[in-house]
């Protein structure tokens, strides 16, 4: 069953088109990232799902009912900022039930609901503090715990986790990853951060200028990217590109770039994609192997120019086809700058992209 549904929806602030066009359907139960640049429309897009924007043209329906123009409190979602917008007059406790009580609903209730959102995000000791007690992953906590008590279907994250720290974003992504198990209730989350997207996201669709570029799960997206953009986005450190042309050589398909030839024998070729001229090489840095002593596919002699310490892995900078090309290898095999190196690759994980239109072939 689809819970929420989104046709045909543009949005334009006067001259500007922010969203194209836009459709997205997100199943009963699921987790579906918007992950883009900034102003890709993202944000604007849950903006509108919430009925905080009203749209352009298009329609938005909720569990199956059509939204398009019903007030925000109309919509059976609850919605999570990037700023933690609680009462700083106000106790834990307060913040949490102020809406319950506006609402009219009985005394009896507001505490059910107060006491499993606590019980959820593990904050019971906190009820009685003020905000300005709290930490920021706390009150992070404790606004996640505000759009809890409406006991809604569909819960809304814009960029939750940005004001955080690093070690504060990590655990609270296990703790949303953890709420999403426990509850099971439809959530679309904003971010432009792609860690967060590949680990919470049963889908993710990449957003660019007003449009998704692709919606699918995590691994698809960084294993088969469909366009450069998705692929240079996802990833981290980022895809290695190198710029040259598409051959066939002896009837089979080959990358040449300077002083590069790159057999692409075991590489899929989407239907139609091999057709001789420009094009853009991508492959991962973790997907390359250096002085591995296995038999690959391609291999090439580098200088190392760069070392780059990452912890349990390192980052080593060289140059293949004159072009800047990076390799991800653990600590323990790090070679030292100046180093000759030999790497190599099976063009079966690469990814190959039309050089103008930047879609993959």
Known sequence: MTSVLVRDVSLNFGAVEVLKSLNLDVAEGEFIVLLGPSGCGKSTLLNC?????????????????????????????????QSYALYPQMSVEGNLSFGLKNAGLPKDEIAKRIARAASILQIEPLLQRKPAALSGGQRQRVAIGRALVRDVNVFLFDEPLS?????????LRVEIKRLHQTLGNTMIYVT??????????????????????????????????VNRFVAGFIGSPGMNFLDGRLESRDGKPWFAADGVAIPLATYAFEPGGFKPGPAVFGIRP???????GADWPFSAKATVEVVEPMGSDTLVWTRLGGQNFTVRVTSERAPATGD??????????????????????
């Open 192 to 225: 432009h951060d792609q860690i967060e997207a590949m680990t919470l996201a049963d889908r993710i669709a990449v957003m660019r200028n007003g449009l998704i570029q692709q919606l699918d799960r995590p691994q698809a997206i960084y294993s088969k990217p």
């Open 286 to 292: 973790e997907h390359v192997g250096m002085n591995s």
């Open 49 to 81: 799902v919430a009925g905080l924007l009203d749209v352009s043209a298009g329609q938005i329906f909720i569990n199956g009912k059509n939204v398009t123009w019903e007030e925000p409190k109309d919509r059976g979602i609850g919605m999570v900022f």
């Open 163 to 171: 004001n955080l720290d690093a070690k504060l974003r990590s655990e």
């Open 340 to 361: 000759q190196v030999a790497i190599g690759f099976d063009p079966l994980r690469a990814s190959i992209f039309d050089q103008q239109s930047g879609a993959r072939l």
